[in-house]
């Protein structure tokens, strides 16, 4: 095990001083459950007591699912009451609380709320995904990619392992752009991803998975393909995994477990494939797609979509193009204004 008890305190210092930017006296909730590592947690706690404000650490078991799925084995009210009352609230749930009854009343209720989910965090991803990054560049980074989706009408991603997929997209929807900062009241999200709600029924083509789906299944041994139509997963193709996650698919019994959610860049300089969502979703050059409930973050008009529950996959070393033109190839950033930020970020 790394032990980096030097760098997971800078980490935490940067998250809650940097990041949140914390004052003295704010109510600081932290969540976690059984899964969680409980070294982030102290250390994060501790940060925010060095910084003056008021740490409060919540503990749940883990539940057998995430979203809505996990609400009947959750302390809903007690964790809807402490929320209502919190400035900031960081999500180290390793099964999480996104999009669940807790989350939901909370985010309605607390419009002060500052928002920063960064489920199943460790002690490596702490250090390399908040501690060793070079936020400013980062920033001008994504924020000049956001610029350019917001600017775009129509989509086309294909990957090596066979995805070739095309959509378009209505510049009135919202874009979720994560740059790291919880700084603002809302829901914020770790630095390196940004995404957007297609026009659902425009999305068509093969969508390929072949980094990791979680969940039910984490990082994959073979490619999940997806036929596309209309927005809908008409068709799955693959092997073991490929069936199993069209079984977790129908097993909910509801027609928007089948359909897409959003499309996501993926843009963060240190991220791995690990099998854990919030570090994959942001591997340098991947695309990510949920599929099921669309949240209000990314909904049209701020109307969410239901749906019992909502999965992440990954698409990597993916290539794009916006209007035609080309973003990236295989995962490499070849957009000449972009190309000077990213050998910033060690990423050319």
Known sequence: MLRYDYELAKAADILVRELFELKRGETFVITADTESDWRVVNATAAAAHVCGAKPMVILTHSPLGVSEAA????????????LKGASAWVEFNNEWLLYSTPYNEAMAANKELRY????????????????????????????KVYDMTLQTTHFRFTTPAGEDLEFDFDPERRVSLSKGY??????????????WA?????IN?????????????????QPIRMTVEKGEI?????????????????SWNHPQMRRLAHASWSFHPGALLTGDIVEDER?????????????PILSYQDEPIYAPSHTDGICL???????GKPLMEKGQIVNEELLPLAEKLGKA
């Open 182 to 195: 919880a700084n603002q009241p809302g829901s914020n999200f770790l630095a390196g991803q940004i995404a």
């Open 205 to 221: 083509g093969v969508l390929v998975f072949d980094g990791s789906v979680v969940p039910p299944l984490g990082k994959l041994d």
């Open 283 to 295: 591997v340098w050059g991947a695309t990510e797609w949920g599929i099921g409930a669309v949240g």
């Open 116 to 143: 920063m989910n960064l489920v199943g965090m460790n002690v490596d991803m702490m250090v390399r995904l908040i501690g060793r990054v070079n936020y400013p560049v980062l920033s001008e980074f994504l924020q």
């Open 71 to 82: 609400d009947p084995m959750l302390p809903v009210d007690a964790l809807v009451g402490a």
């Open 198 to 202: 297609p026009k659902f029924e425009t």
């Open 234 to 250: 008409t068709k799955v193709e693959g092997g073991r995994e490929a069936v199993e996650f069209e079984r977790w698919m129908n």
């Open 317 to 323: 070393n993916t290539s794009a193009w916006l209007d």
